[in-house]
T-cell receptor
């Protein structure tokens, strides 16, 4: 069975510093990987996805993610954090076989400290 | 504006009652999903539908039921058989093919059992 892990429940970063939110995956075949953000009492918003091609994917709000096949990771990054980046972040993945449903990680709460 | 709407935003249920959560989309998406979100557990799939008049159970379907009579609508009924229904419920949709396309989420319904 496929799985997505977010090893950190909480990440704190000072405003203006670079941020990283970690994600590792285990899927059969080649993975399709996604990052979503959730603000309090709201639905999830899509940030970016990796399907194939360039390992560095750029998305909304200045976020990017690096796909690393050897480490089975898809970490979310931003060069300079904003207070408004504070939210709950979810990594999700599925196989290119299309035979399993999208699996979500348990989420990482990112807090940017002014 | 295209998007997904969910109603009501807050819902209170008494023990033994069935309640129905509404989900409507005007994105012309084929696939629709219902997720349950509990703190620290990420999103868990309840039911999904890839086409009108067809739907499949997700990972935690027990105590829930759905229908898909129209492409735009995918209501979820939380029955009295669901022992612990207090949670945040999210509806999502995606265009075909289901895999590798990002899901669009509604704003959610928070259900509380009194």
């Amino acid at each position: 069975a496929q799985s997505v892990a977010q090893p950190e429940d909480q990440v704190n970063v000072a405003e203006g510093n670079p941020l990283t939110v970690k994600c590792t995956y285990s899927v059969s075949g080649n993975p399709y990987l996604f990052w979503y953000v959730q603000y309090p009492n709201r639905g999830l918003q899509f940030l970016l996805k990796y399907i194939t091609g360039d390992n560095l994917v750029k998305g909304s709000y200045g976020f990017e993610a690096e796909f690393n096949k050897s480490q089975t990771s898809f970490h979310l990054k931003k060069p300079s954090a904003l207070v408004s980046d504070s939210a709950l972040y979810f990594c999700a993945g599925e196989s290119n076989f299309g035979n399993e449903k999208l699996t979500f990680g348990t989420g990482t709460r990112l807090t940017i400290i002014p | 504006d295209g998007g997904i709407t969910q109603s009501p935003k807050y819902l209170f249920r008494k023990e033994g009652q069935n309640v129905t959560l509404s989900c409507e989309q005007n994105l012309n998406h084929d696939a629709m999903y219902w997720y349950r979100q509990d703190p620290g557990q990420g999103l868990r799939l309840i039911y999904y539908s890839q086409i009108v008049n067809d739907f499949q159970k997700g990972d935690i379907a027990e105590g829930y039921s759905v229908s898909r009579e129209k492409k735009e609508s995918f209501p979820l009924t939380v029955t009295s058989a669901q022992k612990n229904p207090t949670a945040f419920y999210l509806c999502a949709s995606t265009r075909a093919p289901r895999y590798h396309n990002e899901q669009f989420f509604g704003p959610g319904t928070r259900l509380t059992v009194l």
